[in-house]
């Protein structure tokens, strides 16, 4: 068996790439700030530093209603006076809504007294920026371009904000309340480990916490026991993978992975989880199924979370029941997160449906070689050449011609069209169109990489030249 560590890419690169900015978050409770200016812009900064417990201290000539009203309810102080008359040893922060003649002379008050700086709407004379905010306190998100961009950073913020339920504000408070408990009752490492592990997927079921924390403290001791998750990875493109999938990497204590699976995935895995290739490399051998299910097997025993990642979904031609029966014969817990299968991907970059009601009413997913390597044996050619079903073969890079020529036995016109893929997800995604008669020749003098896919059906002529048509995007002024 050959079982290759893959290590993250800081491997080979520094950890953390280059920063625009460094996103720090300030504790404002009780502390002083100063918020130069009446209008609207800084009534709104006002109102955001009240919110972190600053005591804000204004100094507008002429506030406006909005400035007026959050003074009339205690969230501010409003002194009209101009900013210089402002008591500035002690502040925690200063910001202004200043013009362009007049910022200049604010910064250089702040630095002078050693006090970090914002004017508003002037990122050359901020020393940080406040960016856009998912607010779930106590977890805060912090979203920022630098300047650059504030409404990309907006539109970032509404993905986050639909990825981030409601309810885990409340669960973030009951962790603040459980982690002096967790220290006291649960032992470092796997106990913990499973205690936070069941917190967080509970936490982002959208349901707030029902009692306080005790059954989940209860369920956590005496919790050696590892276990296993399939998980699937896609064609390729990391952007396929579900929510759930990210989730496993990132509680994994260990990922087994096929050579198929590609470094953008394994990237989302958490940083402290050992990779271990468990696929076939290479001229090298394939790693046995058994050794697999044994490695498997003896790291869920150590109280490991093993995550089992493999190419498109794992209950697809994934030797998933396999693994499943051999940790189940020995108690350890199995879940699994299916993943989108390349021959959906494939339909979808095509434009194809792979059951268009005027072609096919039905979809067969076939293996395109057995244990040998060989075709399957026992694959019923007749039933396979029904011209109202749509059929993909996996796996068929070298029993492709051979498909063609069985199929055209048993019936299947000579004209259906066929649509071959490989590195279907990524970047280097190649498709070739030709009909059943021609794909012997087609295959003969092709060198495709990769994993291929063998589309065979009506559908496939249905999209004329079978590619999905999408807007240009228009970039200018």
């Not at 630098?146 to 408070?173: C, D, F, H, K």
């Not at 108690?331 to 299968?341: A, F, K």
């Not at 244990?371 to 399957?376: V, Y």
């Amino acid at each position: 068996m050959h079982i290759v560590s893959r290590q993250p890419s800081e491997a080979e690169r520094p950890r953390m790439g280059a920063l625009d900015c460094l996103p720090v978050f300030f504790d404002l409770k009780g502390k002083r700030v100063l918020v130069a200016g009446g209008e609207e812009p800084a009534a709104w900064k006002a109102e955001l530093l009240a919110a972190a417990g600053a005591q804000v201290e204004v100094h507008a000539d002429h506030p406006c209603a909005e400035m007026q009203a959050l003074a009339a309810r205690g969230a501010v102080t409003v002194a009209e006076s101009h900013w210089r008359h402002a008591q500035w040893q002690g502040l925690a922060m200063a910001v202004g809504d200043c013009e362009a003649k007049e910022a200049a002379a604010f910064v250089a008050m702040a630095r002078e007294h050693g006090v970090p700086v914002n004017v508003i709407d002037k990122p050359e004379h901020c020393e940080f920026q406040f960016g856009a905010i998912v607010n779930r306190s106590p977890l805060v998100v912090g979203i920022s371009t630098n300047g650059a961009a504030p409404i990309l950073g907006q539109a970032v913020r509404r993905r986050i904000e639909t990825l981030l339920p409601e309810t885990l504000s409340q669960w973030a408070r009951l962790a603040q309340k459980l982690r002096g408990q967790v220290l006291e009752r649960l032992k470092p490492g796997a106990e913990r480990r499973a205690l936070w592990e069941r917190f967080a997927d509970l936490s982002f079921a959208g349901q707030a916490p029902a009692g306080d924390g005790r059954a989940l403290l209860d369920a956590a001791r005496g919790a050696p026991q590892g276990r296993v998750t399939l998980v699937g990875a896609g064609p390729g493109d990391a952007e396929y993978l579900t929510i759930k999938a990210v989730r496993a990497l990132q509680s994994a204590d260990v990922i087994l992975f096929d050579d198929l699976v590609s470094d953008e995935v394994l990237e989302l895995a958490r940083r402290e989880a050992k990779r271990i290739l468990v696929g076939k490399r290479a001229r090298r051998e394939s790693c046995r199924q058994e050794d697999i299910n044994v490695l498997m097997l003896d790291l869920a025993r150590k109280g490991r979370h093993v995550v089992r990642l493999k190419s498109g979904d794992p209950m697809l031609f994934g030797r998933a029941g396999e693994e499943i029966a051999a940790l189940a014969d020995h108690g350890i817990p199995v879940s699994v997160v299916p993943g989108i299968s390349a021959a959906f991907a494939l339909a979808a970059e095509l434009g194809v449906s792979l059951t268009h009601r005027d072609c096919a009413q039905s979809v067969r997913f076939v293996t395109g070689h057995a244990r040998d390597g060989e075709l399957p044996r026992n694959l019923d050619w007749r039933a396979l050449a029904d011209p109202a079903t749509t059929h993909v073969y996996y796996m068929s890079g070298r029993t492709a011609p051979q498909i063609a020529e069985n199929l055209i036995a048993h019936g299947m016109d000579e004209a259906t069209p066929v649509v071959v893929a490989t590195n279907v997800g990524r970047s280097g995604k190649a498709v070739i169109r030709c009909t059943l008669s021609q794909l012997p020749g087609e295959m003969a003098r092709l060198e495709l990489s990769g994993p291929v896919l063998t589309g065979i059906g009506n559908v496939f002529g249905q999209a004329g030249e079978g590619s999905l048509r999408r807007p240009a995007l228009a970039v200018g002024p």
